[in-house]
């Protein structure tokens, strides 16, 4: 039995069985209740005095193919981030970058790319050289790619990937109002496929996006039905960005970010969940009690991918102050072996996977790419 007197579906105290109207009343407990609750959950499954700090490396930014109506790196949006910026780091540049953040205390390194799929190629090889490279350092690696397949996740696992991140970025229903270049579907059938490796999952989302609480109470039931939970789940604010479809979006107030964290924290008393981009618009004391209600992870780093992020020192010293451990690699699940590719038991399929593209389009969206082949 699980701390809710309900029937769990596993024997570990993770339930698999919220519904939106459950997940909706924790939100909006006084907030006192629902911090108690959320801190008494963490304290059992978690060292409350104690938090993950990654680094994260955008690999290749900018140029994207999708209409993500957050995004600065999408091709479609006049912004900041240029696509001659689009070629891919080295292996040696993303080792001086890894042994950096490792100095700073860091324990896990997470490599993005601004790739709607992953497709098999020299670039895919590139990423699991970097991968074989961070995991012999004995950091965390993490990537987070787009679509994979089941080979391509199979390959990743081989070269010693700690984790993939997929979000789910809102609720099924409102995704549609935020991407229009692939489905919710699609973003399930990456993380089943990463689901049938080693890696573990990190998949969570953003909110301030425009969309109601039943939207952020879906997206949490999305995934913690998903069985198992994943081990890791990101909450951003979103950072509105010039020139996106959501630049005039509303800042998140630090109240809804502590609720949001909370009822994560008490619906997925396992995972990690992790206290990811909008951290620049937190006061530090805000950021406490994120911790407090559950959080146990931040991202440091003056960026974050392209959005400002508060600088890796100044972090340090905040977590200096409030007494708080930083974690070492490794802590929650073993580390992967790395296979060298000449040992690797799976090969480039060049397979061409029918992601979906659903037909619909987000005139907001719509709109800001005429603004841009208008200028
Ligand atoms: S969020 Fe990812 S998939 Fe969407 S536009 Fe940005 S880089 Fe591309």
């Known amino acids: 039995m699980c701390d809710h007197n309900c029937q769990c579906s596993n024997n570990d105290g993770t339930r698999h069985n919220w519904t939106t109207e459950e997940i909706i009343a924790i939100y909006n407990k006084p907030l006192m209740e629902l911090l108690y609750e959320a801190a008494t959950v963490h304290r059992k499954y978690h060292d409350p005095n104690s938090v993950q700090v990654s680094s994260l490396l955008s690999i290749k930014t900018g140029g994207c193919s999708e209409d993500c109506a957050y995004c600065p790196q999408s091709a479609r949006y006049e912004t900041e981030v240029k696509i001659e910026n689009a070629d891919m780091m080295s292996v040696s540049q993303v080792k001086a970058q890894t042994l950096r953040a490792k100095s700073a205390g860091a324990s896990r390194v997470c490599m993005g790319a601004a790739w709607r799929n992953v497709k098999d190629g020299p670039e895919f090889e590139q990423v699991l050289e970097m991968v074989r490279t961070i995991n012999k350092l004995d950091m965390e690696v993490c990537c ?26 809102t609720s099924e229903d409102y995704y549609k109002e935020i991407i229009s270049t692939r489905s919710y579907q699609d973003r399930l059938q990456t993380i089943e496929n990463v689901r049938k490796t080693n890696i573990t999952v990190c998949s969570g989302g953003i909110i301030g996006m425009g969309e109601a609480l039943e939207d952020r109470a879906n997206m949490l039931v999305a995934l913690s039905t998903l069985n198992p939970q994943p081990e890791s789940v990101p909450i951003n604010a979103l950072v509105p960005v010039e020139g996106t479809p959501l630049e005039d979006a509303e800042p998140v107030a630090i109240w809804e970010m502590v609720r949001m964290v909370a009822t994560a ?110 200028k």
């Open 144 to 169: 987070t790619l787009g679509m994979i397949t089941e080979n391509q996740a199979q390959r990743l696992a081989e070269a010693g990937l700690y984790a993939y991140n997929h979000n789910l970025d």
């Open 265 to 374: 924290r008490i619906v997925m008393p396992r995972s990690q969940v992790r206290l990811s981009a909008g951290r620049t618009q937190m006061s530090q004391e805000g950021q406490a009690l994120c911790f407090f209600a559950g959080a146990n992870s931040i991202f440091a780093g003056d960026k974050l991918l392209t959005t400002p992020n508060p600088d890796i020192n100044e972090d340090m010293r905040m977590l200096n102050e409030l007494g708080i451990r930083i974690q070492k690699p490794f802590e929650t699940h073993p580390q992967p072996a790395t296979v060298e590719a000449a040992d690797s038991q799976y090969h480039s399929l060049g397979e061409n996977p029918k992601w979906t593209r659903p037909t619909h389009k987000i005139e907001r969206n719509e709109e800001k790419k005429r603004v841009k082949v208008g």
